[in-house]
């Protein structure tokens, strides 16, 4: 007993080097390890590695002329456009969401947070449908917007909104649990010493949660550009103006054009991968934060 | 940065009247964005289809046809979500805890699923599991089918879902104090108690929204499944495929209806969980 | 905390405003006079090519840039967003079904839209093939050996897609043919068929390439363009085209949608986009693509000689019209779902 105890003390000094009672035996870990590569190798990289190799199946020269396709071009400038609306627009949301959830008490939270959830929930052909519903010729505001001469679905507004709809839970769920956690301490400190709410909110909270809302930003961000099934419902798929990458890719793919369909693939895929890039460069510099941040208190 | 202290004093706060500013704007910003974008639209499609009263949508969901392809969507969506639930758990462990060459690399293909159009995952599931694919033709030589069958869908479902679990349960395990299961240990606890009594419990809440959330993704995904799942009636047959079938007939009651029906399920699912959530962090204090 | 709002949302405003800009600056580009083609799937090379023949023909004739922009997914999704208000300005489907949907839920389009062009509105027809893997293993010659124990068929869910309902009717109308009539045992003889399909794609192209690319299956029941494509894709040292005796003949129409072309001042050109799919240029362009144009005589001899010869029957004929075959085969509770019904779970 005493002398495991001995040994315990100089580990929380030095972090993580030699475990005995909160490491697991090798055997342990070798096996956990070895199964997390397996599943990961079929499940996640697999599919991976045949979007590439499909990609490059003709050379790195056709793969290039997928993208000089003046279609392609308008497909990505359309799915950046509707990120570029649709990202911020769940970001404000996430923001006032959290701090309203968080840092405040009130009856009906768990009904409100499942609100919130559920857009992962719906079927992406349902959120597509339900804009359909609400603006379509034969929806709730058609004849009001056919007489305004107005196109919300089967246009870009559509699109976006079909987008928002889908991302909308991604950056409310990564900073509610944070800031729970974080409770309002802090908070609570900086006005009692006179800081208004503004400044309390850029130089307190902001700091504590900006690695999760970025986080929280680029997973939704990746959705929004990858997002598919609603989008198609809502897009009227008319070549060069309301395809984004995903249906463009269906389109190449349906057309027997295998290396350029997988070529934008390549492109969100990417996407993907540098958002996971930036992801482990934040946790990489939120150590230091964390190390700092303990520092302080 | 997080400690029992600062939960409890947080848990005592909620009770008294807050001196924190800013509630009236973000609730009410949460309310009416959430109403307008997400409430409303919803609102529409079950007023769409409450032209078939209680009853209709029950007659339904008793259809054969429908009632075989709910049924294989919340039975292979559930079964996909028990196998990320366990994956994930010794996924997001391994990837917390332990430090091995290809790490960091191997975190970051776990959002994939997230970043990938499902279209693009479906069609690269359904060509590797093809009869000549990367892994079906090993496996046809076997004599097992992936594609094209019920195991297909789950294939598509396990894949689709694992994030969720690996990303909700990541921070809690990054969280655990190293003090508990020394303690335990010192205590006499065995590594196995250790981690079935100390570790496991406060990973609860977050393993069973990591659960739900795969499970409620899984049960209205259509895009990668599509492809995989050879859509034969009464074995393969996923209930969004449903709601197109109707919308093919233009049949938009029939279509809303099924809509609404799994709208309701997965909101009680999610509602269930969120729940239980709440409970356990007023328990557990911060968890 | 809304002041701080209010920064992040000007910045957002600024990024948004600037994609708006570079893409609409990109679209305004292209913004000539436009017109709108909503058609179904199968038809994507066939309208690449004609679409700009059309342009060239307007420009020499009327000395205006247009520009068609065309849209393709499943035929019935396809008539489902142009009566959501998709603004097309023609629709060129697969089924008249479609179209008289439109007709009847929108009143954009008048109810005898199929008399107002030559051969019921159908520029160009087609009909059912199967498409086997080289040297014909199975030695599928005609609908009887579909049905077959041992063949594997792949054909698209009718419940989904136009094309597999050109398919089921093709074999429904063999059938009936060679059963004298008889609906009882054309519908075993059908059910055979398709307990022979081990996969229902939800399109004609996904089943195309589930058995072109995923190697699945003995043989394809398939648009004849359809087959013929897949054979210059993927190669004739992998696949052959067999020839039933007889086949559905398919009449894809073509209507202008009056109320949309109107609306967009586009009614001339619109007309005039469907009138040129009759002309020698365009009926060439047809027969190169595989599809049966409505006036051989403008189409190249090679071109015509490749397209098999193959006894028709009509959908009208033998069922009745295409509103009438919907509701008896395809809709809930019809004899497909009554195919399926009695063979559940494997």
Request: glycine fraction near 8%; proline fraction near 5%.
């Amino acid at each position: 007993m005493s002398e495991i105890a001995v040994e315990s003390f100089p580990r929380i000094r030095t972090g993580a080097k030699v475990r005995p009672v909160t490491q697991d035996a090798p055997v342990t870990r070798y096996l956990l390890i070895a199964t997390t590569l397996v599943f990961s190798l079929t499940f996640l990289f697999a599919p991976l590695a045949l979007v590439f190799v499909e990609a490059a199946a003709k050379g790195f020269s056709v793969f290039l002329e997928a993208f000089s396709e003046p279609d392609a071009i308008a497909a990505i400038k359309l799915t950046l456009l509707v990120a570029a609306i649709a990202v911020p627009a769940n970001l404000v949301f996430g923001l006032a969401a959290a701090w309203s959830i968080a840092k405040f008490s009130f009856p009906g939270k768990s009904l409100l947070i499942t609100l919130i959830d559920l857009p992962f929930s719906v079927s992406p052909v349902v959120s597509g449908l339900v804009y359909v519903l609400v603006f379509g010729a034969q929806g709730l505001f058609g004849k009001w917007l056919s007489a305004h001469g107005t196109q919300v679905i089967f246009a870009v507004p559509g699109i976006v909104l079909a987008t928002i709809f889908v991302t909308f839970p991604f950056v409310a769920r990564e900073l509610i649990p944070l800031m729970q956690e974080q409770g309002t301490v802090e908070e609570e400190a900086a006005l009692t010493l006179g800081a208004s709410g503004f400044t309390t909110f850029v130089t307190v909270t902001l700091p504590n949660i900006k690695w999760g809302l970025l986080y929280g930003v680029l997973l939704c961000n990746a959705r929004a550009m990858g997002e598919f099934g609603a989008v198609s419902v809502v897009s009227g798929h008319i070549r060069g103006l309301t395809n984004t990458i995903p249906l463009q890719v269906e389109i190449l793919y349906n057309e027997y054009n295998t290396v350029a369909a997988f070529a934008l693939s390549v492109l969100l895929a990417s996407l993907a991968l540098v958002t996971l890039g930036i992801k482990s460069f934040l946790e990489w510099r939120h150590a230091d934060a964390l190390a700092a941040g303990g520092g302080r208190h | 940065m997080t400690s029992p202290t600062l939960a409890g004093r947080h848990a005592r706060r909620f009770k008294a009247p807050s001196v924190i500013p800013g509630f009236g704007v973000t609730f009410g910003y949460t309310l009416l964005y959430l109403g307008l974008v997400v409430l409303f639209p919803l609102a529409t499609l079950v007023w769409r289809s409450s032209g078939l009263g209680l009853s209709g949508l029950y007659q339904i969901a008793l259809e054969p046809r429908v009632a075989a392809s709910l049924q294989t969507t919340f039975a292979v969506s559930f079964l996909a979500a028990g196998i990320d639930l366990f994956f994930g758990l010794i996924a997001a462990w391994t990837l917390t805890r332990y430090q091995f060459p290809g790490r960091r690399l191997l975190d970051a293909f776990v959002d994939l699923p997230f970043a990938l159009p499902t279209a693009v995952a479906g069609i690269s599931l359904a060509a590797l599991y093809a009869p000549n694919g990367w892994f079906g033709a090993p496996l046809a030589d076997l004599g097992v089918k992936i594609a094209f069958t019920r195991w297909g869908i789950l294939v598509a479902l396990v894949f689709i879902g694992l994030p969720f679990v690996v990303r909700t349960v990541q921070p809690i395990i990054a969280e655990l104090e190293t003090e508990l299961e020394e303690a335990s240990a010192t205590l006499g606890a065995s590594r196995l108690q250790t981690v079935v009594r100390v570790l496991l419990p406060p990973l609860v809440p977050a393993l069973l929204t990591g659960f739900a959330l795969a499970f409620a993704r899984g049960v209205g995904e259509y895009g990668s499944v599509i492809f995989i799942s050879g859509n034969i009636a009464y074995v393969s047959e996923i209930a969004p495929l449903l709601i197109i079938e109707k919308l093919e007939q233009y049949d938009y009651a029939g279509a809303t209806g099924i809509a609404t029906i799994m709208l309701a399920i997965s909101f009680v699912a999610l509602l269930v969980i969120n729940l239980i959530q709440a409970w356990s962090r007023k328990r557990f204090g911060h968890v | 905390m809304h002041r701080g709002r209010g920064k992040f949302c000007g910045l957002f405003r600024a990024l948004a405003v600037a994609g708006a800009f570079g893409v609409f600056g990109g679209f305004s580009a292209q913004a000539a006079q436009s017109l709108l083609n909503v058609s179904y799937d199968p038809t994507r090379e066939l309208y690449k090519q004609i679409n700009p023949a059309f342009a060239a023909y307007w420009k020499s004739k009327t000395g205006e840039a247009i520009e068609v922009q065309a849209s393709h997914s499943g035929s019935g999704a396809q008539a489902r967003a142009v009566i959501d208000g998709l603004n097309a300005d023609v629709v060129t489907l697969a089924l008249a079904a479609d179209i008289d949907a439109i007709a009847t839920k929108t009143g954009k389009i008048p109810a005898d839209w199929q008399r107002r062009l030559p051969n019921n509105s159908s520029p160009y027809t087609s009909t059912i093939v199967f498409l086997v893997r080289k040297g014909n293993p199975k030695a599928i010659k005609d609908w009887d050996d579909l049905a077959k124990p041992g063949v594997a068929v792949i054909t698209p869910n009718p419940k989904t897609s136009g094309g597999a309902r050109w398919n089921f009717l093709g074999a429904w109308g063999y059938g009936l043919e060679k059963f004298k009539g008889d609906e009882a045992k054309t519908k075993a003889f059908v059910k055979a068929i398709y307990k022979n399909a081990p996969v229902l794609d939800t399109g004609a192209r996904g089943s195309t390439i589930t058995f072109a690319q995923r190697g699945l299956g003995d043989v394809l029941i398939a648009w004849e363009n359809e087959a013929f494509l897949a054979l210059k894709e993927f190669g004739p040292d992998k696949f052959e085209i067999v020839a039933p005796k007889r086949s559905v003949l398919a009449e894809p129409p073509v209507a202008v949608v009056d109320a949309n072309a109107d609306g967009k001042g586009n009614k001339k050109a619109a007309e005039a986009y469907l009138e040129f799919l009759y002309t020698p240029g365009a009926q060439a362009l047809i027969a190169k693509n595989f599809y049966r144009p409505a006036h051989p005589e403008f189409a190249t001899k090679e071109d015509l000689a490749k397209l098999p010869k193959i006894e028709f029957f009509t959908v009208d004929k033998t069922f009745g019209g295409w509103a009438a075959a919907q509701k008896k085969f395809f809709a809930d509770g019809g004899v497909f779902d009554d195919i399926q019904t009695q063979e559940p779970a494997k």
